[in-house]
């Protein structure tokens, strides 16, 4: 164990008031009594213990341990005696078992004030504690997993999760891993509530089904829901015996002192941090929810998070309610539970959340005289899923055509009558399920109650369907969670019927674009419209919008009261002019806090949005927040305080609608030339090449920056008619291409010089041998490797006809970055495309890591090249672009949404002037650039300086040009800040 004798004291004599004697050992805060018959001398040893605790100035910084040497048992001292909390044995059958034991033992001595960082260091994705739970119950999961009941819970699980991430994840890790957190939460809470418990198999099994917690008037905290699928198999031991060593991995903490959400961390690490971002998810910091909190004055009334996460704003508004509320502990709790709602369609984040609503609570529970139901459900806040023709609420069962119904009449009789009949409802069915007799006997029971409870036809109607249907599940043994599901799906509609004063949280951040559930995309669309954030007309604004304000919207129409706060934490797109919000933000705002220069927050720049009784759009109060925070993300806010101060400014929206440029649509992100490996090549051997049938290999620079799965090397012939050149953003240099990249297209090219995508197939079928090779080859590795197989590799890589729609006919490309912190504009003439290296290349196609268009006038080109290489326009779109870590970063359109350029006109002197500029800039850089050789930040700034005599002129012909627009560029600026200073 690398235990260091040194740090033993042997037969340590203690001298205090009242106190003598011999301590056996101390190993540092852990006192060791060692006794050679403990049946017959723990009491003594019991007493010396707590003399020995009592000898010590901070006793409750200690723990004793009682052993003979094989049989162990540790105690702590609490309410002037010793309470023994732990005892076990070694076991020479299990080593390691002992080993974790002596390891908690004498590592762990000292009792410990649970933070959120220390919380991840002991039981994260890198601890032992959370690995040894994961081997172990994922070995226990192949010995049970084709029982019934553990694949309904694992398929229920799957299909929700197919909700949060837009495809199912079948991930029995990620199962596990889940698994584990809802313990771990569990384990907390009843160690910080119910630290004197008593603990055995019976106390660990009730804290799976939630009997243990019920017992303790904790109602709805832990449920037979997706995570108790051990329970009643062969692996039902291996968990309770991972739960036992949960507790015994906890008990070097201190629960008496809490602050702070600390299982949010341990949330954001586990739940699945590879699809966090995709997702759109970013955890909200103590600090920011608590000032969020503050600012809207929340001291009572009924506040809603409706994607609560972890619970961060939930607990706030406790701790809030706490400080500011005169109120008997009794009061509070009510207050807290009644008052506090949250809503999250992950079910881990809803079982976080409900234990940092408890854990918050820790002080007045121990006096509360009824039972604690917590309002935070399990449910999607936009999928409803209400059939409003029929007036009920629709909950499909995942894996069939199967439906529950529950009529709007029977939610609008509320909350607890609707739980208590989701309850009958399945006692009816497990008592009916034994016999068709006793089905008879069980139907008519259920009616008999119904009708005694004075529900119209309509609900009765729709409630002995839904009897059926779970009768059926319980009959094939498919009715393990359906009773948690229905508890929790019907709340966004009740909520409807019972609003809020506050509307609060950190709602998911997601581009539509990004969005790839079908059903769920549909329905942002649809809810856009609905809130008439976007007209119909407006298709091309579709991929800008974004989840977060279809979100504000929806939930202040459905939840908020007339006269109720909202406040959400907003990316500061939101908040700046563009035309995919311009609706949204006319709805008005009360008080905007900008966190644009606060570090570390989000890896976008971020505001919170507050809109209360008197929203208006121009002169909005502003908070303009300042902090370095040192790379600490989860301070306090009495600890952020320290640190963060903030300036007062007004903000305007734009009273008038956004002309963006003519270019605006007509500039279009390339195509998805990913797996890069399938495409991307180089052959070596320049010499021996064959120049209508190459030897081509997948590219180092591919294969080298490749990530898994796609760590692949390609090799084989192909015939001359697939090569085509590209670029990547690399090498995109102001007005100069530094390289062309070969690559390999499964296109053909058509009289007009449009393309068309073809499969191995057809390849093969017009005679091209080597090609069907290849593009076989790559289908099927493809189809091994990818997860989602809704796609084949021929579709994803003409995804939105990216590819298809480029055309080979014109003469000149432009092309500018998507994303980086500067733009750099370049063109590719049709000569240039017509060889790389020895190859003769059939044209060029833009990649999606750039956004092209396609012009016959050199002119043109020249002009769009110039204006988008001049510095005003980069400084321009700054505002507007999203901000890493590293600054800013995406830039797509926004050249043509932050200035309105004008159509090139050849007719014009300043176009042309323009156009002239640019033209020298590209004669003086195309001598050098192949000779340059450095990272391409280097590069850009180098071909900058070589022409930025030029340049200058261009930014005084750009800012003449854009003089007057409706971003106020002005013919009169004279410095970027100056430019700076108009946002």
């Known amino acids: 164990m690398g235990l260091d004798p040194v740090e033993f004291e042997l037969e340590k004599k203690i001298q205090a008031y009242k106190v003598r004697g011999l301590i056996d050992a101390f190993f540092k805060q852990l006192i060791i009594e060692v006794k050679t018959d403990l049946d017959r001398e723990r009491a003594d040893a019991e007493t010396e213990l707590k003399k020995y605790f009592e000898s010590q100035a901070h ?23 010793v309470r023994q909390i732990r005892v076990f044995s070694l076991d020479p059958e299990a080593p390691l078992v002992s080993f974790r034991h002596l390891d908690q033992l004498f590592f762990t001595a000292k009792l410990l004030i649970p933070s959120p960082g220390d919380i991840v260091d002991r039981f994260g994705l890198h601890s032992g504690a959370y690995n ?18 553990v694949k309904v819970k694992f398929r229920e699980w799957n299909a929700l999760l197919s909700k949060v991430y837009g495809s199912e994840i079948g991930d029995i890790t990620l199962f596990i891993t889940h698994t584990y957190l809802a313990m771990l939460s569990r384990a907390i809470v009843a160690m910080a509530l119910f630290p004197t418990v008593r603990r055995n198999l019976k106390m660990y099994r009730g804290i799976v089904d939630g009997v243990f917690f019920r017992q303790k008037k904790l109602v709805n905290l832990a449920e037979p829901d997706f995570f108790s699928w051990a329970l009643g198999t062969k692996a039902e031991q291996t968990l309770l015996e991972n739960i036992e060593h949960l507790f015994s991995c906890l008990d070097i903490y201190n629960f008496d002192k809490l602050d702070g959400d600390i299982l ?31 600012e809207i004055g929340y001291k009572g009334g009924r506040l809603l998070d409706p994607s609560c996460g972890s619970g961060s704003f939930l607990y706030a508004a406790a701790r809030q309610l706490r400080k500011t509320a005169k109120m008997t502990k009794t009061k509070l709790v009510e207050a807290l539970t009644q008052d506090i709602v949250g809503i999250d369609v992950h079910p881990v984040a809803v079982l976080m959340a409900k234990a940092n609503l408890l854990l918050s609570l820790k002080e007045e529970i121990s006096g509360y005289p009824g039972e604690i139901n917590l309002q935070v459900y399990m449910a999607d806040t936009l999928m409803t899923g209400e059939d409003k023709e029929q007036n009920n609420l629709v909950i499909p069962v995942s894996d069939n055509h199967e439906t529950f119904h529950i009529p709007f009449e029977t939610i609008d009789r509320g909350a607890g009558a609707l739980d208590e009949l989701i309850d009958t409802l399945c006692e009816f069915s497990i008592r009916g399920s034994e016999s068709v007799q006793k089905e008879k006997l069980a139907f ?52 409807r019927r019972d609003k809020v004063d506050y509307v609060v949280g950190n709602p998911p951040w997601l581009s539509y674009r990004y969005i790839s559930n079908p059903t769920y995309k549909v329905r942002v669309k649809n809810l856009t419209f609905e809130h008439n954030l976007l007209e119909k007309t407006a298709r091309n604004l579709f991929t800008q919008m974004d989840t977060s304000t279809v979100f504000f919207a929806h939930c202040q129409r459905d939840f908020l009261k007339p006269k109720g706060i909202m406040a959400f934490v907003m990316p500061k797109t939101a908040m700046l002019p563009a035309k995919q919000h311009l609706r949204f933000q006319r709805m008005g705002f009360s008080c905007i806090l900008d966190f644009s220069d606060v570090k570390p927050l989000f890896n976008v720049r971020s505001c919170v949005l507050i809109r209360g009784k008197t929203p208006k759009i121009v002169a909005i109060p502003c908070k303009i927040y300042h902090a370095d925070f040192k790379g600490e993300r989860n301070l306090t806010l009495s600890a952020a305080s320290m640190m963060l101060s903030h300036t007062k400014n007004k903000h305007d929206f734009l009273t008038s609608d956004i002309q963006y440029s003519p270019y605006h649509a007509r500039f279009l992100q390339g195509a998805t030339l990913v797996p890069r490996c399938f495409w991307f090549v180089e052959h070596e051997d320049i010499l021996g090449a064959n120049i209508q049938t190459p030897f081509l290999r997948t590219s180092r620079e591919a294969y080298e920056n490749a990530k898994s799965p796609w760590t692949i090397q390609i090799e084989g012939q192909i015939e001359k008619e697939f090569l085509f050149g590209t670029v990547l953003a690399k090498d995109l240099l102001p007005f100069v291409v530094h390289h062309l990249s070969l690559v390999i297209l499964p296109l053909s090219v058509a009289s007009g010089k449009s393309l068309h995508i073809i499969n191995s197939e057809q390849a093969l079928a017009d005679g091209y041998v080597h090609a069907y090779d290849w593009f076989q080859n790559v289908q099927n590795i493809w189809l091994s490797k990818r997860k989602d197989k809704s796609y084949t590799v021929f579709q994803w890589l003409n995804y939105d006809n990216k590819l298809t729609q480029q055309s080979l006919k014109s003469n000149f490309t432009i092309l500018y970055n998507k994303s980086g912190t500067n733009i ?16 003769k290349i059939r044209g060029f196609v833009a990649d999606m890591v750039t956004y092209w268009f396609k012009t016959d006038s050199e002119e043109e080109a020249h002009y769009l090249v110039g204006i988008l290489n001049s510095e005003i326009v980069n400084d321009v779109i700054k505002p507007f672009q999203t901000q890493g870590l590293q600054g800013e970063r995406d830039i797509h359109r926004r050249p043509f949404e932050a200035c309105n350029i004008p159509l090139f006109d050849q007719n014009n002197k300043k176009h042309l002037r323009i156009a002239e500029l640019s033209r020298d800039c590209r004669k003086r850089l195309l001598p050098i650039v192949s000779r340059m050789k450095a990272p391409v930040a280097k590069m850009r700034s180098e071909a900058r300086n070589h022409v930025s005599g030029i340049l200058k002129k261009i930014d005084e012909e750009v800012i003449s040009l854009l003089a007057g627009s409706h971003y106020q560029i002005n013919s009169d600026a004279r410095s970027v800040e100056e430019q700076r200073a108009l946002f």
């Open 59 to 81: 006793p409750l910084d200690y723990s004793g341990l009682v052993t003979d040497g094989l049989r162990f048992e540790v105690y702590i001292y609490e309410k002037r005696t």
């Open 444 to 495: 008519d029971g259920l009616r008999g109650k119904l009708q005694k409870g004075r529900f119209s036809p309509n609900e009765i109607f729709y409630w002995q369907q839904n009897f059926r249907l779970l009768l059926k599940l319980e009959r094939e043994k498919r009715n393990t969670v359906w009773a948690y599901i229905l508890k929790n799906s019907y709340r966004p509609s009740y909520l």
């Open 264 to 294: 949010k961390e341990l949330y954001q690490g586990l739940v699945d941090p590879q699809s966090r971002h995709d997702l759109g998810e970013y955890y909200t910091p103590d600090w920011l929810a608590e000032l969020v909190i503050k």
């Open 824 to 839: 750099s504009a370049s063109l590719v003439s049709k000569k240039e495309a017509e060889n790389i290296g020895p190859f």
């Open 132 to 149: 040894a739970f994961r081997r172990s119950l994922e070995e226990a999961y192949d010995g049970v997993q084709e029982e019934s009941a």
